[in-house]
């Protein structure tokens, strides 16, 4: 079966500093990767997707980006944090080939910039 | 651009039945979809409706009318773990490929 691993769970980061969230999938090959993010009491915003490897669209501008360098690794990241990164990052995975294919989230990134 | 809109909360009793809509405006809709949420964890999946009409999944039932750009999701039953946000979601694959586009979700709270 598949697996989505997220990690850390929590984070507290001072204004400035880097960040680096990383996301794994077990059980299946090449499957399109995303990041959302959700601010407290609010909706999923999408922040990137990838179909294959090193191919990442963008669809917020901001100061975060995404990488993905392995087939089942999806990375985010950002050079200088900023107060209104804080949010819940949530990781998802579909099956490549199905557009209908589900979102399979893992469980989550809680990060607060201080 | 996407936009779907939904209620933000909606309170029910435990046995009761709840309905949650969802209108949508996408350019290339492909599908709607709806995920709940529990307090502090991750969305998960519940139904998905490509084509128009009611689709039942035990005590969930989900509905699409793509001429109205409207669906909505029905739980009967109620229970007190119901109590979720819900999210109804799209796809729009000209402007997001496979991603889906979120709803704000709609927080229902079960009361006994």
């Known amino acids: 079966s598949q697996t989505i691993h997220q990690w850390p769970a929590t984070l507290v980061q001072p204004v400035g500093s880097p960040l680096s969230l990383e996301c794994t999938v077990e059980g299946t090959s090449n499957p399109n990767l995303y990041w959302y993010r959700q601010a407290a009491g609010r909706g999923l915003q999408l922040l990137f997707y990838?179909?294959?490897?090193?191919?990442i669209s963008s669809e917020v501008p901001q100061n975060l980006s995404a990488s993905r360098p392995q087939d089942r690794q999806f990375i985010l990241s950002s050079k200088k944090l900023l107060l209104s990164d804080s949010g819940f990052y949530l990781c998802?995975?579909?099956?490549?080939?199905?557009?209908?294919?589900?979102?399979?989230f893992g469980n989550g990134t809680r990060l607060t910039v201080t | 651009g996407q936009s779907l809109e939904q209620p933000s909360e909606v309170t029910a009793v435990e046995g009761a039945i709840v309905q949650i809509n969802c209108t949508y405006q996408?350019?290339?809709?492909?599908?709607l979809s709806w995920y709940q949420q529990h307090d502090g964890g991750a969305p998960t999946f519940l139904s998905y409706?490509?084509?128009?009409g009611l689709e039942e999944t035990g005590r969930f039932s989900s509905f699409l009318s793509r001429s109205d750009s409207y669906g909505y999701l029905l739980l009967q039953e109620l229970q007190m773990k119901d109590s979720a946000s819900y999210f109804c979601a799209v796809r729009d694959l000209e402007q997001a490929g496979t991603a889906l586009i979120f709803g704000k979700g709609t927080t229902l709270s079960v009361s006994s």
């Open positions: 996408t350019s290339g809709f492909y599908g």
């Open positions: 990838s179909v294959g490897i090193g191919q």
């Open positions: 998802a995975w579909s099956k490549t080939g199905r557009v209908n294919s589900p979102l399979h």
């Open positions: 409706n490509a084509l128009d």
